[in-house]
T-cell receptor, first 112, second 121 residues
């Protein structure tokens, strides 16, 4: 059974810092991995999707890397801003179009 | 179309009552997923449909839960005889999965609705 773990559970940083969120998964035979953002009481917004054959994806100040063989992914946020404060969730899928298996998330607070 | 729509946004009910939630996916999306999220946890998969066919159900989906997607458009999730442990955020997502004789293509990104928060008293 696939299990996804995210470290740290919570993180508080001053504005402007670069930060790294970690995600690990137990079964490396994933189809793809996604990073989502969730604001309090809201749904999820997809940030980045990495196919199993890819090593990284970038969008603006966000960069996600994937090391499939070791079962790890990192989300790098550059020059953090208060608006980045949210819960960041990592999820994997084992087959095209199949269900997502989520980690518990990292709660990020960026202080101004 | 502005995205996945869920109704109601909030539902408060007494233990033992039945509740029904509705999800309207992004138009032309052929896959629709239901997840449940409790406080401090990531969403957990409940079930998903391709068009009107229910392809997979989680063991979390007890006999009190039923989901439908008539005509492959909107979907409903019904919980009968609600229990306090059913209190959670129920999330719906939709995606466009492209299948052809040569295989599968497209990223099949799941787009999520804002969720229905259920409180069972």
């Amino acid at each position: 059974k696939q299990e996804v773990t995210q470290i740290p559970a919570a993180l508080s940083v001053p504005e402007g810092e670069n930060l790294v969120l970690n995600c690990s998964f137990t079964d490396s035979a994933i189809y793809n991995l996604q990073w989502f953002r969730q604001d309090p009481g809201k749904g999820l917004t997809s940030l980045l999707l990495i196919q199993s054959s890819q090593r990284e994806q970038t969008s603006g100040r966000l960069n996600a890397s994937l090391d499939k063989s070791s079962g790890r992914s990192t989300l790098y946020i550059a020059a953090s801003q208060p608006g980045d404060s949210a819960t960041y969730l990592c999820a994997v899928t084992m087959e095209y179009g199949n269900k997502l298996v989520f980690g518990a998330g990292t709660i990020l607070r960026v202080k101004s | 179309d502005t995205g996945v729509s869920q109704d109601p946004r909030h539902k408060i009910t007494k233990r033992g009552q039945n509740v029904t939630f509705r999800c309207d996916p992004i138009s032309e999306h052929n896959r629709l997923y239901w997840y449940r999220q409790t406080l401090g946890q990531g969403p957990e998969f409940l079930t998903y449909f391709q068009n009107e066919a229910q392809l997979e159900k989680s063991r979390l989906l007890s006999d009190r839960f039923s989901a439908e997607r008539p005509k492959g458009s909107f979907s409903t999730l019904e919980i009968q005889r609600t229990e306090q442990g059913d209190s959670a955020m129920y999330l719906c997502a939709s995606s466009l999965g492209k299948f052809s004789g040569q295989g599968r293509f497209g990223k099949n990104i799941q787009y999520f609705g804002a969720g229905t928060r259920l409180s069972v008293l």
